[in-house]
């Protein structure tokens, strides 16, 4: 599966930002797909992931401020990102895996999008 991920930009904090993550070739509700991020000088981290079955989870930084979903007519998966901070700030990317359930691990994800810069202005 080929990952292309959009919908990044500048936004104040506060502000919301929703991305996408479009797949093409086999459909993406066969795969686990999850976001993570990295921001500039540290390690990529996980944020979020959807299962096969729409089962989600989040990490704690972003519990209550984003959601992720999936739109199978349009093989794609988005990220609706609200309450945005400065430390939100970083470039976000999609992956997918064959692994079943909520993988927070990136060597888990076998087939990762490019990145989409976010940033957010205090």
């Known amino acids: 599966v080929q990952l292309q991920a959009s919908g990044g930009g500048l936004v104040q904090a506060g502000g919301s930002l929703r991305l996408s993550c479009a797949a093409s070739?086999?459909?993406?509700?066969?795969?686990?797909t999850a976001w993570f991020r990295q921001a500039p000088g540290k390690e990529r981290e996980f944020v979020a992931a959807i299962s096969r079955s729409s089962s989600t989870y989040y990490a704690d930084s972003v519990k209550g401020r984003f959601t992720i979903s999936r739109d199978n007519a349009k093989n794609t998966v988005y990220l609706q990102m609200n309450s945005l901070k400065p430390e939100d700030t970083a470039v976000y990317y999609c992956?997918?895996?064959?692994?079943?359930?909520?993988?927070?691990?990136?060597?888990?994800?076998?087939?990762w999008g490019q990145g989409t810069q976010v940033t957010v202005s205090s």
């Open positions: 992956a997918a895996t064959g692994t079943p359930g909520l993988p927070t691990t990136q060597g888990r994800y076998n087939y």
């Open positions: 070739g086999p459909t993406i509700s066969s795969y686990s």
